[in-house]
DNA sequence: TCTGGGGTCCTAGGACCC
DNA sequence: TCTGGGGTCCTAGGACCC
């Protein structure tokens, strides 16, 4: 079994721990230079209040319902946060962070109080504890895979009679659920695939679970078919404890004031670009390659300006100064006068873990071990003939069958290439 | 007047290689 | 010995997540 452990309202939560007099009070957090509103309690959803709309929209009705209105401090949150997961991995035998909200738990082999199917307990206990040390507020899903524990979870915030706690561990219990559940509320189902699953008459989560996951894979992909077999209740998806280094480092802000200057541009960049090394040398990581944009405003007047560029380092390096200098020559490069512009970004891209400094061939090797092996069984062919290597359980097996092999639905593709440029 | 800031994985297709 | 099926590597872009 997993759960996934998911704060409500996370960062309207963590302001309230501060001030418990806004306890069951509509509470709201804004974005970066108090532009949107990206959280609200459910009292304040109660008034109708969207989630990443605009704050001058919303204004008048926060004011007339007297709702506390906060601007974001993600240190307090990622504090809090830290906190609830600390808690978690006392709780639990495996913790997956999946987000600064939401972690997975791996229940295999664990037993709560010695018996077997007590989750539901197991459940409330990891509510209460969380709520008395920390005061964040949560709701538990438990089932057999990490989808459908997701799934739980969303039935456990909607459902007030579950108290904030949903165990499905007999699937069959649940169809009459599923059967009402639309199919974007799946992990996985965004807009795009649940349009496209309307027209094949796919609308309810009953209706994807029933589906043929072959099927599926042959008319979208592999994730979506995975997807299906993992609401049949078979487990697809890995269980991460160690989180991996980020693959890109992306650091962007709208600005409070439009810039208008070269200066000021160079000047936001430079500002990204240090806290963006700065995350790097946290991973230990060394970029290849520096990205920028910078835009105007969809919203503003006359024709919109969107700049972006991306060049290689001489060297991979995590040194602000030369990530700062690359980025600054391409502002130079790509800027246009006379315009407003509205936000703009650095990304770090091609990330490497090595120092490039201590190059060691067989580090490399091992590190690319697909392409390390065949470019062996090619040398070996090319001195003694073509396929005198034979490779794979069973003699005679191509060795390209490992590859297709870890491709399959059961296991994630672990060689997708990091790409270049990856900006909006 | 005022509209978030991060990430991930997958696929398709072209050039090239063995 | 030679072909060619099927790899690699790369990029753009789409879709998804919180």
């Known amino acids: 079994m997993f759960a996934l452990v998911d704060c409500n309202s996370c960062y309207a939560s963590c302001e309230q721990i501060f001030r418990p007099d806004l306890r069951n009070k509509p509470v709201v957090v804004l974005s970066n230079n108090d532009g949107c ?45 830290a906190r609830v997961m600390t808690l978690l991995r006392e709780l639990a035998p495996q913790v997956e962070i999946y987000s600064i909200d939401e972690a997975f738990l791996d229940l295999h082999g664990f037993q709560y109080h010695q018996m077997e199917h007590n989750w539901r307990d197991f459940a409330t206990h990891i509510r209460s504890t969380i709520w008395q040390q920390v005061r964040m507020p949560v709701c538990v899903g438990i089932a057999p ?8 979870n969303h039935i456990a915030k909607k459902s007030k009679k579950l108290n904030g706690v949903c165990v499905m561990d007999k699937l ?10 639309p199919v974007n509320k799946i992990w996985g189902v965004g807009r795009n695939l649940a349009a496209r699953l309307s027209e094949l008459d796919i609308h309810t989560v009953q209706d994807l679970r029933t589906q043929d ?3 599926i894979q042959k008319q979208f992909s592999v994730s979506l078919s995975r997807t299906v077999r993992e609401l049949q209740g078979i487990n697809c998806l890995g269980f991460n404890e160690v989180p991996s280094n980020k693959q890109q480092i992306v650091v962007t802000r709208s600005f409070g004031e439009r810039i208008t200057t070269l200066e000021q541009l160079k000047e936001t960049v430079s500002y990204y670009g240090r806290r963006a090394s700065e995350k790097l040398r946290r991973q230990n990581s060394y970029a290849q390659a520096v990205s920028i944009f910078f835009e105007t405003s ?27 200098e690359l980025a600054v020559q391409i502002i130079e490069s790509l800027y246009v006068h006379n315009q407003r512009y509205y936000r703009s970004g650095i990304g770090l891209l091609d990330l490497v873990d090595t120092n490039p400094h201590q190059h060691n061939l067989w580090d490399e090797e091992q590190s690319d071990k697909t392409t390390g092996l065949m470019q ?15 490779f794979g359980r069973n003699a005679g097996e191509s060795p ?8 399959s639905p059961d296991y994630t593709t672990r060689w997708s290439s990091v790409p270049k440029i990856k900006m909006r």
């Open 37 to 81: 509103v990206v959280a609200r309690t459910k009292e304040a959803k109660a008034l109708g209040i969207p989630n990443i709309e605009p704050y001058f929209k919303v204004r008048h009705l926060l004011e007339k319902h007297k709702v506390a209105v906060f601007s974001s401090n993600y240190e307090l949150y990622g504090d809090v946060s």
């Open 145 to 152: 895979t990490k989808t459908l524990a997701k799934l739980a």
């Open 172 to 181: 069959e219990d649940w169809e009459k659920v599923f059967r009402q559940l």
């Open 213 to 215: 996951s072959q099927l």
């Open 298 to 324: 969809v919203h503003d007047k006359g024709t919109r300006v969107f700049r972006q560029g991306c060049r290689e380092l001489a060297y991979p390096s995590n040194d602000t100064r030369p990530i700062v």
């Open 376 to 390: 062996m069984v090619d040398k070996i062919n090319r001195r003694f003939g073509r396929d005198s290597v034979l």
């Open 400 to 407: 390209w069958a490992i590859k297709r092999e870890l491709k």
